[in-house]
């Protein structure tokens, strides 16, 4: 089965500063990747996805994440938070055995962002 | 604009009372699927369907049920609501490639 794991519910890092957010999966065949942010009280909206092509993948609003097989993670980091960063982020993953295409989710990552 | 509906966007609910959620989306997708969001657990999956006419349990099942009225619709209902199901409920869609998912914006539920 597959399965998510965000380290750290809640990261603080301060404007400018590097955000780096961890999420490790654990799939039986090679999996497709997304990370998604939520805005408070709005729905998710897709930063990034890794499907097999090149392992550093490059989304939306500076953000990027690298696919490592062999740690089986897929961090998200920025290399410099602007306020408009402050959001929950979450880890998610497919792989071609799950019944339905069915996406399963890490618990999440808030993001405060220090001025 | 294409994409996945979900009505209403909000409601509050006594315990005890029945509703249903819909969902529909425009993109011809195969898939969809009903997930709730709660604090600190992420979304969990509650029931999707792969296909029209088909629906299976997802991680957290209990106190629902679905209907995929076609390949457009597919709703969720609670028969009885509980205190417990006070979350925010998102409905998905997918692509056969697995590539593409797309979320509704969601339904802010309370039952008192």
């Known amino acids: 089965a597959q399965s998510v794991t965000q380290l750290g519910s809640h990261v603080s890092v301060s404007e400018g500063a590097l955000v780096l957010l961890r999420c490790n999966y654990s799939s039986s065949v090679p999996p497709y990747l997304f990370w998604y942010v939520q805005y408070p009280n709005q729905g998710l909206q897709l930063l990034l996805k890794y499907t097999s092509a090149a392992t550093l993948v490059k989304g939306i609003n500076g953000f990027e994440a690298e696919f490592k097989k062999s740690e089986t993670s897929f961090h998200l980091t920025k290399p410099s938070a602007h306020m408009s960063d402050a959001a929950e982020y979450f880890c998610?993953?497919?792989?071609?055995?799950?019944?339905?295409?069915?996406?399963?989710f890490g618990g999440g990552t808030r993001v405060l962002v220090k001025p | 604009n294409a994409g996945v509906t979900q009505t209403p966007k909000f409601q509050v609910l006594k315990t005890g009372q029945s509703m249903t959620l819909q969902c529909a989306q425009d993109?011809?997708?195969?898939?969809m699927y009903w997930y709730r969001q709660d604090p600190g657990m992420g979304l969990r999956l509650i029931y999707y369907?792969?296909?029209?006419?088909?629906?299976d349990k997802g991680e957290v099942p209990n106190g629902y049920n679905v209907s995929r009225l076609n390949k457009r619709e597919f709703s969720l209902r609670l028969e009885s609501a509980a205190p417990s199901q006070t979350s925010v409920y998102f409905c998905a869609s997918s692509a056969a490639d697995r590539v593409y998912y797309t979320f509704g914006s969601g339904t802010r539920l309370t039952v008192v």
């Open positions: 369907s792969a296909s029209e006419g088909t629906t």
């Open positions: 993109m011809n997708h195969n898939s």
């Open positions: 998610a993953v497919s792989d071609i055995k799950a019944a339905g295409n069915k996406l399963t």
